[in-house]
């Protein structure tokens, strides 16, 4: 994968983990937010990512306060398309991966609300913007808790304790 074009706000597609299992591949791809651009560690590129859902009920409202929930439509995006239109993505579920085919597959899309520059004169998409910068303080909070995780131990994944919903 081409690491160079990825940024806050892109939307990769990953085997994101499972509790179970937090430091191994999930059994189905997932749609993932990008918090940041990766960044080479011991020879490999990684990428830490937040979590993405295509259900969005009231348990995962209430277990993440509404607040470390960002739902996306697909208006606010370019490249592939979301499915059903639409990204939930939960902020401060995030893990560290390795950009490898054995962790992502093809896919690519972006946020086009990430700079105010691209929100001028369009009053929802200004909204977007600071939804996100909000979604971003959320997603740091978590990937500094990751990353010492990964820094420790070597271990690529979730931090430890985290679930998915």
């Known amino acids: 994968m081409d690491a160079s074009t990825i940024t806050s706000g892109t939307i990769l597609k990953c085997y994101f983990p499972y509790d179970e299992a937090p430091q191994q591949p999930g059994p189905k791809p997932h749609y993932c937010l990008a918090v940041e651009a990766p960044f080479e560690y011991r020879g490999g590129i990684y990428v830490v990512v937040a979590y993405s859902t295509s259900r969005i009920g009231e348990d995962l409202v209430q277990a993440h306060q509404g607040a470390s929930l960002l739902t996306v439509s697909s208006e606010f995006t370019s490249g592939d398309p979301m499915p059903n239109g639409l990204g939930h993505f939960v902020l401060d579920r995030v893990a560290v991966l390795p950009l490898t085919g054995k962790w992502f597959v093809p896919f690519r899309a972006k946020f086009t609300f990430v700079t105010q520059e691209q929100c001028r004169g369009d009053a ?18 978590a990937t500094k808790e990751v990353l010492e995780h990964f820094l420790e131990t070597n271990k690529v994944g979730l931090a430890p304790k985290k679930q998915l919903r």
């Open 124 to 141: 929802k998409r200004l909204e977007m913007y600071e939804r996100f910068v909000f979604a971003q303080r959320v997603m740091f909070a």
